[in-house]
């Protein structure tokens, strides 16, 4: 491991892992604990962080040498790699909190395609270049698909919301029963086109939140929204959601928040969020008005 250089992330990981089955091999514990711990460091772009950690490790209790008169060692660290994937989480030194020992590739697949800090979307593109094999491929495959279906199943869900709302509104209007109105719904999907005029709204219980209004793609369902007043919209900052809101309850979007509204009812980790959408919204809106000026 010493000698291998740190972009060869592939190297270190896998020397790494057979470092953990030779101790796994000799029973020693306080090692297996404390390599697994070192190999939670692991990414591919901070693979030095991982290598250094392993060697002070390995140096600390008296360094690592293969043992070339056990002719059967291959066979059997094969095997011990996979019972460190398999009992990661079941069989760790009761002082160490690990949360994972699981392979770069593992990482990717169950963080990259939902956008978490260990990996990203970068990891996964290069996953895939990089694939060499047909069972590698076929895994990459398994994972989106799994992680796909989980969800398409809830766009379909929030979809299924949207247009039940909307026929209770329908109904509610023709009635002309204000207090026959449908159940609050959070989220909601629909195939749309984000246009370029921001709003502010007001989301449930927080404050009036930057927004993006929402065309839908759909003739149908832009014509039954309009018959209702209501207005979809895409919350700076929340990805992938949208919202349903009534549309004169959108008011025209500012660079400062309206006079009058207060936000000391509100955590500060919301006043925090609420900062940074703002921000990313005047960003947005300056943008467009510098684009708008050169056209002109």
Excluded at 53 to 69: F, I, N, T
Excluded at 126 to 131: F, G, L, N
Excluded at 247 to 252: L, M
Aim: net charge negative; aromatic share 6%.
């Amino acid at each position: 491991m010493n000698r291998v250089p740190a972009k060869a992330y592939t190297k270190i990981h896998t020397a790494l892992v057979e470092a953990i089955a030779a101790a796994r091999k000799a029973q020693n514990t306080a090692v297996v604990a404390e390599l697994k711990h070192a190999l939670v460091e692991y990414h591919p772009e901070a693979a030095s962080y991982c290598k250094g950690e392993a060697l002070k490790v390995l140096e600390k209790h008296g360094g690592y040498e293969e043992d070339s008169d056990d002719e059967s060692d291959t066979e059997a660290n094969d095997m011990d790699v996979e019972k460190v994937i398999e009992d990661q989480e079941t069989k760790h030194d009761e002082k160490s909190d690990l949360t994972s020992c699981l392979c770069a590739e593992a990482i990717i697949l169950n963080s990259s395609l939902d956008g978490q800090e260990d990996a990203s979307r970068v990891d996964w593109i290069r996953a895939v270049k990089q694939t060499r094999t047909v069972s590698k491929m076929a895994a990459l495959v398994s994972a989106f698909v799994n992680k796909a279906s989980l969800k398409v199943a809830k766009m379909e869900e929030e979809h299924s919301d949207l247009y039940d709302a909307l026929n209770t509104w329908g109904k509610s209007r023709q009635k002309k029963k204000s207090s026959q109105a449908a159940p609050e719904i959070s989220e909601v999907w629909a195939n749309v086109n984000f246009s370029d005029e921001f709003c502010f709204a007001k989301i449930e219980e927080y404050p009036l939140w930057p927004a993006r209004k929402c065309v839908p793609k759909d003739d149908e369902l832009r014509s039954q929204l309009e018959s209702v007043d209501r207005t979809l919209i895409s919350l700076v900052g929340e990805r992938g959601a949208l919202r349903v809101v009534k549309t004169d309850a959108c008011v025209p979007f500012e660079p400062t928040l309206p006079e009058g509204e207060n936000l000391s009812a509100h955590t500060r980790d919301i006043r925090n969020q609420l900062e940074e959408a703002m921000n990313i919204a005047r960003r947005v809106v300056r943008g467009q008005e510098k684009k708008s000026k050169a056209k002109n």
